[in-house]
T-cell receptor
Framework: GDSVTQMEGPVTLSEEAFLTINCTYT??????LFWYVQYPGEGLQLLLK?????DKGSNKGFEATYRKETTSFHLEKGSVQVSDSAVYFC?????????FGTGTSLTVIP | DAGVIQSPRHEVTEMGQEVTLRCKPI?????LFWYRQTMMRGLELLIY????????DSGMPEDRFSAKMPNASFSTLKIQPSEPRDSAVYFC???????????????FGSGTRLTVV
């Protein structure tokens, strides 16, 4: 079945460091791929998405490129801020369901 | 757009009591999902509805859990009787689904934090 595997956390970075959170997927069809972010005490919010191979999703300085050849959708940001501290979830959808990864906790320290 | 609205935001109840969580999906969305989030298990899909009909309830942990969607604008998740291990944050999400099976607008509510003592 479809599934998403993402990098185990927690991740701790200094402000302005480069961020990569790895995500790989397994799907039988041609899924859409997503990154969601969950700030403390809140629900999950859509951060970015890509709907087909080679698409790049971007938002708030975060980027992820849909790589069909490596079945990956890694999240990157060139310079993280303290306000980026949150839990990040990779997800895919190729039908009426979403499949979420287990989440990666990011803490950015000043 | 008010988004997905869940109530209450916080619920504290005693073991054995009935708990009802409520969700109002985004208008026009025809799919609704209930999730449970804990530190131990992460985010778990409990049940989802399409056009008010339960499609997959395989994630519902026990018969103590039940969910209904009497109309397109309202859903409930009920736990009866509640137990301390049910303590978690419960999220509702809704999405649209096109005729060709394309999911759009998948949006979460702010969640209900349930504590069973």
């Amino acid at each position: 079945g479809d599934s998403v595997t993402q990098m185990e956390g927690p991740v701790t970075l200094s402000e302005e460091a480069f961020l990569t959170i790895n995500c790989t997927y397994t799907a039988t069809g041609y899924p859409s791929l997503f990154w969601y972010v969950q700030y403390p005490g809140e629900g999950l919010q859509l951060l970015l998405k890509a709907t087909k191979a080679d698409d790049k999703g971007s938002n708030k300085g975060f980027e992820a490129t849909y790589r069909k050849e490596t079945t990956s959708f890694h999240l990157e940001k060139g310079s993280v801020q303290v306000s980026d501290s949150a839990v990040y979830f990779c997800a895919l959808s190729d039908s009426n369901q979403f499949y979420f990864g287990t989440g990666t906790s990011l803490t950015v320290i000043p | 757009d008010a988004g997905v609205i869940q109530s209450p935001r916080h619920e504290v109840t005693e073991m054995g009591q009935e708990v009802t969580l409520r969700c109002k999906p985004i208008s026009g969305h025809n799919s609704l999902f209930w999730y449970r989030q804990t530190m131990m298990r992460g985010l778990e899909l409990l049940i989802y509805f399409n056009n008010n009909v339960p499609i997959d309830d395989s994630g519902m942990p026990e018969d103590r859990f039940s969910a209904k969607m009497p109309n397109a604008s309202f859903s409930t998740l009920k736990i009866q009787p509640s137990e301390p291990r049910d303590s978690a944050v419960y999220f509702c999400a809704s999405s649209g689904l096109t005729g060709t099976g394309f999911v759009y607008g998948y949006t979460f509510g702010s969640g209900t934090r349930l504590t069973v003592v």
